[in-house]
């Protein structure tokens, strides 16, 4: 049981020491819509289309097609170049 307990706490540790290290949400776990301008933008590809991936399936309870996210990353990342804010959410981007 005491190893179990400490091992627990060790990885809480671990956690809390990304989260306030200056990383960002997003850079630690997928944040899908809440994902914010500043933080998109200097995702790689892989990274926003994660992103783009949860946000549509919270929206339609279904997986996206490839087609979709694509489309979606492609108007989010315009949206945050353009009308965006640095801390606007992606899900806040014109998107079907």
Not at 28 to 48: A, L
Not at 57 to 66: A, E, L, M, V, Y
Request: glycine share 8%; net charge neutral; hydrophobic share 30%.
């Amino acid at each position: 049981m005491k190893s179990t307990t400490t091992s627990a706490l060790t990885i809480v540790v671990a956690v809390a020491g990304i989260l306030f290290s200056g990383c960002s949400a997003s850079q630690v776990i997928n944040t899908g819509g809440d994902t914010k301008c500043k933080d998109f933008t200097t995702q790689d590809e892989k990274k926003q289309n994660d992103e783009v991936s949860k946000m549509l399936k919270d929206k339609s309870g279904q997986d996206p097609t490839n087609l979709e996210i694509s489309a979606t990353r492609l108007s989010a990342q315009t949206y945050c170049q353009t009308l965006g804010k640095p801390d606007s959410k992606i899900s806040e981007a014109p998107h079907g």
